[in-house]
Nanobody, 119 residues
Framework: VQLQASGGGLVQAGGSLRLSCAASGNNFVVLVFGWYRQAPGKQRELVATINTSGNTAYSDSVKGRFTISRDSAKNTAYLQMNSLKPEDTAVYYC??????????????WGQGTLVTVSS
């Protein structure tokens, strides 16, 4: 299974961006999509998750501003980021907890996509 993240870029404070994460491969089901981020000099942190039932969870720092969603038919997750702040600047990583037929449960990371918020 491979994850392809896209949608990062440069935006002014108060602006919006939408990140996408597409999972590809054979005979798999994504159980949980997650978005993480890592700012310069800081540890990677969890931003948001969504499971197959559509249940979501958010870090306190993004709650009310970011929305995670998924299109299970497309094996794709999205992160809509509104009211962006300079402190949201980071490399954003897609993560997926996946059930692969005949292989069981595995965890995968996509490549990062850089989000830069200017003040």
């Amino acid at each position: 299974v491979q994850l392809q993240a896209s949608g990062g870029g440069l935006v002014q404070a108060g602006g919006s961006l939408r990140l996408s994460c597409a999972a590809s491969g054979n005979n798999f089901v994504v159980l949980v999509f997650g978005w993480y981020r890592q700012a310069p000099g800081k540890q990677r942190e969890l931003v948001a998750t969504i499971n197959t039932s559509g249940n979501t969870a958010y870090s306190d720092s993004v709650k009310g501003r970011f929305t995670i969603s998924r299109d299970s038919a497309k094996n794709t997750a999205y992160l809509q980021m509104n009211s962006l702040k300079p402190e949201d600047t980071a490399v954003y990583y897609c993560n997926a907890d996946v059930w692969v037929v005949q292989r069981g449960r595995n965890n995968y990371w996509g490549q990062g996509t850089l989000v830069t918020v200017s003040s």
